[in-house]
């Protein structure tokens, strides 16, 4: 079952006014905030151990013998070249060189070494344990490269972790025919899912493999199944071709060039290059290149994959149609039952648009929506087979986003009220007692709107802002809502102020050698306190004028004109 996703900012209030805050949940941060500026966390079991990802990560390693200081940029701007070329780097140039590998034109350049964009972790609020996934383990150093990004999105009570990572670099010496020697940083596959079972990391391989083929991997629940989906049938014949004159060895003559000596298909790159640079063209063309299906990968204790099964679509496919389609699983439950998204006809038309998915064996479905929606899909879903998600809607000419709970048994879809008409609000996850957490929008300005994580009780029907549930002097300010277990723990991603790091995790000061303070985002763990007590709170807010007198003309209109639910089998609660 997942426990995922999104949320963002808290405000209150028109001029200064009482507001009731029930202080019913105290703040946990999450032991990570020493390995980088950004955490998110993703997912949170019934132990309270949280998956988290982290980003702008503190400390990279640099490998000094992948860079050319021979170019000109480099002559110019390092303060001690030839201190630099030995490693001996001192913090300005330990940033010019980390900006050089992190540019947008070194990642994915085989002739730069490669930093991770993120590092993930089971966090809780004592201690952390990496999740290399793919990363290269350094017998000299004792560690891993930290060359690899990963995303850890899932994880079940006996602390088994699912997610998606870059396949380990290497590095592969080579001389061209000009006699010219380069080091070139390469892997045998962009992104690969994978699960982590124990110490043991589990490739969770594609039904096609082509140049590494692609897969990710979103939940497993408790039987050890995870969901996720890959890449399944090759739609472009050209791309294997590409691949089959990568791995030629013939020595072919240029008939335009007879004078000189025969060269191989992929010219003078070693083969390794040639299989890399097509796997990061499938990675950014694959909705050209390959068909993507939902897939439930099955473990047994140890993390072995018993069976891989290739999940369906809302739509029939002719075997003449051509056309490139993408479904996706992203949560399961205990009873097997998986959801995501599949392409569906929209309206019965033959346009195409995405929409909620729910597997249940070989059968798929989706919820019950009205004529206003434009797409939609599935987050979560818990053991009574409640599936949550959102749809997308035109909304006073504006694509809105609305969260549903749809109820498998029933087959009723209902859509909460939540803080406004115009208001988007995303569900990310929900647990085995029907409450769910998610985000959505309290201003009601045309852009740049803010949002604020939200708790919202199926049984009773009850919307409330996380925000308001702290104690009125807690420094964070909750922005996302992520995932909630069944001990109503929720894991969140909240922003607080806080001294700025520089890239080595150190404090940075101003001129007079302060502290400079800024905003910090950091993974929180929220735990319920037991008889937890309802607070006052004098809340001043001179920033969201307009916005509270938006929603507050927005509930006299619907006091005025009333709701009425809808019939057939969608329910407005």
């Given at each position: 079952?997942?426990r995922?996703?999104?949320a963002?900012?808290l405000s209150?209030?028109?001029?200064?006014?009482?507001?009731?805050?029930?202080?019913?949940?105290?703040?946990v941060?999450?032991?990570?905030?020493?390995?980088?500026?950004?955490?998110?966390?993703t997912?949170?079991?019934?132990?309270?151990?949280?998956?988290v990802?982290?980003q702008?990560l503190?400390n990279?390693?640099i490998?000094?013998s992948l860079?050319?200081?021979?170019t000109?940029?480099?002559i110019?701007?390092?303060?001690d070249i030839e201190?630099a070329k030995?490693?001996n780097?001192?913090?300005?140039?330990?940033l010019?060189?980390?900006?050089?590998l992190n540019?947008?034109?070194?990642?994915g350049n085989?002739?730069f070494q490669?930093?991770?964009?993120?590092n993930?972790?089971?966090a809780?609020?004592?201690?952390k344990?990496l999740?290399?996934?793919?990363?290269?383990f350094?017998s000299?150093?004792?560690?891993?490269?930290?060359?690899?990004?990963?995303?850890v999105r899932g994880?079940?009570?006996?602390g088994?972790?699912?997610?998606?990572g870059?396949?380990?670099f290497?590095?592969?010496?080579y001389t061209?025919?000009?006699?010219v020697e380069?080091?070139l940083?390469?892997?045998d596959?962009?992104?690969?899912?994978f699960?982590?079972?124990?110490?043991?990391?589990?490739?969770?391989l594609?039904?096609?493999?082509?140049a590494?083929g692609?897969?990710?991997?979103?939940?497993?629940?408790?039987?050890?199944?995870?969901?996720?989906?890959g890449?399944?049938?090759l739609?472009?014949?050209?791309?294997?071709?590409n691949?089959?004159?990568?791995?030629?060895?013939?020595l072919y003559?240029?008939p335009?060039?007879p004078?000189?000596?025969?060269?191989k298909?992929r010219g003078?790159?070693?083969?390794?290059?040639?299989?890399?640079t097509?796997?990061?063209t499938l990675?950014s063309?694959v909705?050209?290149?390959a068909q993507?299906?939902?897939l439930i990968w099955q473990l047994?204790?140890?993390?072995?994959?018993?069976?891989t099964?290739e999940l369906g679509l809302?739509?029939?496919v002719d075997?003449?149609?051509?056309r490139?389609?993408?479904?996706r699983?992203?949560a399961i439950n205990d009873?097997?039952?998986a959801?995501?998204e599949?392409?569906?006809?929209?309206?019965?038309?033959v346009?195409?648009?995405?929409?909620a998915a729910?597997?249940?064996d070989?059968q798929i479905?989706?919820?019950?929506?009205?004529?206003d929606?434009?797409?939609?899909?599935?987050?979560d879903?818990n053991?009574?087979d409640l599936?949550?998600?959102y749809?997308?809607?035109?909304i006073?000419?504006y694509?809105?986003?609305k969260f549903f709970?749809?109820?498998?048994?029933?087959?009723i879809?209902?859509?909460?009220?939540?803080?406004f008409l115009?208001?988007?609000?995303?569900a990310?996850?929900i647990n085995?007692?029907?409450?769910?957490?998610?985000?959505?929008?309290?201003e009601?300005?045309?852009?740049?709107?803010?949002?604020v994580?939200f708790?919202?009780?199926n049984?009773t029907?009850?919307?409330?802002d996380?925000g308001?549930l702290l104690?009125?002097?807690?420094?964070y300010?909750?922005?996302?809502?992520?995932a909630?277990?069944?001990n109503?723990e929720i894991?969140a991603?909240a922003?607080?102020?806080?001294?700025?790091?520089?890239i080595?995790?150190e404090?940075?000061?101003?001129s007079?050698?302060?502290e400079?303070?800024?905003?910090?985002v950091v993974?929180v763990?929220?735990?319920p306190i037991?008889?937890?007590s309802v607070e006052?709170c004098?809340?001043?807010?001179?920033?969201?004028?307009?916005?509270q007198?938006a929603?507050?003309?927005w509930l006299l209109?619907l006091?005025l004109?009333?709701f009425a639910?809808?019939?057939?089998?969608i329910?407005?609660?």
């Amino acid at each position: 079952m997942k426990r995922t996703r999104l949320a963002a900012l808290l405000s209150m209030s028109l001029l200064s006014v009482s507001v009731a805050h029930a202080a019913q949940y105290k703040v946990v941060e999450l032991a990570v905030t020493d390995k980088g500026k950004l955490s998110f966390p993703t997912d949170i079991n019934n132990s309270g151990a949280v998956a988290v990802n982290v980003q702008n990560l503190y400390n990279p390693v640099i490998d000094v013998s992948l860079i050319n200081f021979d170019t000109e940029f480099l002559i110019n701007n390092l303060t001690d070249i030839e201190a630099a070329k030995a490693g001996n780097l001192n913090d300005d140039d330990y940033l010019l060189l980390y900006s050089v590998l992190n540019s947008d034109s070194s990642r994915g350049n085989q002739l730069f070494q490669q930093l991770a964009q993120s590092n993930s972790f089971i966090a809780d609020e004592n201690s952390k344990t990496l999740l290399p996934a793919f990363d290269l383990f350094n017998s000299d150093t004792g560690l891993y490269d930290r060359s690899t990004t990963t995303n850890v999105r899932g994880l079940n009570d006996a602390g088994y972790s699912v997610g998606v990572g870059q396949g380990g670099f290497y590095k592969l010496p080579y001389t061209f025919a000009t006699e010219v020697e380069a080091t070139l940083v390469l892997n045998d596959f962009y992104t690969r899912a994978f699960a982590q079972v124990n110490d043991n990391i589990v490739g969770l391989l594609p039904p096609l493999t082509i140049a590494g083929g692609l897969s990710d991997a979103f939940d497993i629940n408790v039987n050890n199944q995870v969901v996720g989906y890959g890449t399944t049938e090759l739609a472009a014949e050209t791309f294997q071709t590409n691949v089959d004159n990568c791995v030629d060895e013939t020595l072919y003559p240029d008939p335009e060039k007879p004078d000189e000596p025969p060269t191989k298909k992929r010219g003078d790159i070693p083969v390794e290059s040639c299989l890399r640079t097509l796997s990061a063209t499938l990675a950014s063309n694959v909705g050209q290149i390959a068909q993507r299906r939902g897939l439930i990968w099955q473990l047994d204790d140890q993390g072995n994959i018993i069976s891989t099964k290739e999940l369906g679509l809302l739509l029939t496919v002719d075997e003449e149609d051509t056309r490139v389609f993408a479904s996706r699983a992203v949560a399961i439950n205990d009873n097997g039952i998986a959801v995501g998204e599949s392409p569906a006809l929209y309206k019965e038309t033959v346009y195409l648009t995405s929409a909620a998915a729910i597997y249940i064996d070989d059968q798929i479905s989706t919820i019950n929506y009205d004529g206003d929606v434009l797409n939609s899909t599935a987050t979560d879903i818990n053991n009574q087979d409640l599936v949550i998600g959102y749809v997308t809607k035109k909304i006073n000419g504006y694509n809105r986003k609305k969260f549903f709970v749809h109820d498998i048994n029933t087959d009723i879809t209902t859509y909460p009220k939540d803080f406004f008409l115009g208001s988007s609000s995303v569900a990310n996850s929900i647990n085995n007692n029907g409450l769910v957490v998610g985000y959505g929008e309290i201003e009601s300005s045309i852009s740049n709107r803010r949002s604020v994580g939200f708790l919202y009780d199926n049984n009773t029907q009850t919307f409330t802002d996380l925000g308001s549930l702290l104690a009125c002097d807690s420094p964070y300010k909750i922005q996302q809502a992520n995932a909630i277990n069944d001990n109503n723990e929720i894991a969140a991603t909240a922003v607080k102020k806080g001294p700025a790091f520089n890239i080595k995790g150190e404090p940075l000061l101003d001129s007079d050698g302060v502290e400079l303070i800024t905003d910090i985002v950091v993974a929180v763990k929220l735990v319920p306190i037991e008889g937890g007590s309802v607070e006052q709170c004098d809340v001043v807010d001179t920033d969201n004028r307009d916005r509270q007198g938006a929603s507050l003309s927005w509930l006299l209109l619907l006091s005025l004109l009333g709701f009425a639910s809808r019939k057939l089998k969608i329910k407005h609660s």
